[in-house]
């Protein structure tokens, strides 16, 4: 299984940006995609994250309301729009893929990763 993520950059508080996955190396039917973000000097933490074969979202208390996460099966693909940016999303932006049908938001339990992407949200 192999992760590409992408669209991060700079933008100013406020503004809205898209990341995308590209994922490839088999069918991910069975698969949970989840977004996580690292801050430096912190601990990965979970984002959002989507089954790849039902409407099942998930979401954490910080990004909810201002971030959605979807997907486009025929392109292998999982989005996470992010509106409403704020200085504290500024964090590199991961995509994992859990093998599972069950949601969690433990990241060490998601066996493959991308290389990541960085969001800077300027004030």
């Known amino acids: 299984v192999q992760l590409q993520a992408s669209g991060g950059g700079l933008v100013q508080a406020g503004d809205s940006l898209r990341l995308s996955c590209a994922a490839s190396g088999r069918t991910f039917s069975s698969f949970f995609m989840g977004w996580f973000r690292q801050a430096p000097g912190k601990e990965r933490e979970f984002v959002a994250a989507?089954?790849?074969?039902?409407?099942?979202?998930n979401y954490a208390a910080s990004v909810k309301g201002r971030f959605i996460i979807s997907r486009d099966n025929a392109k292998n693909t999982v989005y996470l729009q992010m509106s409403s940016l704020k200085p504290e999303d500024t964090a590199v932006y991961y995509c994992?893929?859990?093998?599972?049908?069950?949601?969690?938001?433990?990241?060490?339990?998601?066996?493959?990763w991308g290389q990541g992407t960085q969001v800077t949200v300027s004030s």
């Open positions: 994992a893929a859990r093998n599972t049908y069950f949601f969690t938001s433990d990241y060490k339990l998601y066996g493959y």
């Open positions: 989507i089954a790849w074969t039902s409407e099942t979202t």
